[in-house]
């Protein structure tokens, strides 16, 4: 059983022409959920959201950002996928119902 934490708002962004998608995280939100810069994670496409799953030895990680951290996806995988610039996306943190930290989060359009 999975339990919706925390949700989200942004607005797509851009960086060198390609679309961008920029999680930042303070302090205070990285101990609510759970997780620590350097943390690792996968991340995947499936049924039009994106779903970045913590894991050890991940492809991607939180990168240091100021006192918080940064999770960030760009160019051709957005742009393949349909995200573009100014779409606004939800973005949804889940837990394990026995797990004290956030295990992943979602990301996908506003209808």
């Not at 810069?37 to 994106?50: A, H, P, Q, S, Y």
């Not at 913590?54 to 951290?69: E, M, Q, R, S, V």
């Not at 996306?89 to 930290?101: A, H, I, K």
Request: glycine residues 10%; contains cysteine.
């Amino acid at each position: 059983m999975t339990i919706l934490i925390n949700t989200m708002t942004l607005t797509v962004g851009e960086n060198k022409s390609e679309p961008r998608i920029w999680v930042e995280l303070t302090k205070e939100k990285m101990q609510s959920l759970g997780v620590q810069v350097g943390d690792r994670f996968n991340r995947v496409l499936t049924d039009g959201k994106i779903h970045f799953g913590f894991i050890n030895g991940g492809k991607y990680k939180l990168c240091k950002k100021g006192d918080g951290a940064v999770a960030d996806t760009n160019g051709k995988f957005l742009t393949k996928n349909g995200f573009k610039k100014g779409d606004v996306v939800t973005v949804q943190f889940f837990r394990l119902f026995e797990s004290n930290r956030v295990n992943y989060f979602t990301i996908s359009k506003v209808a």
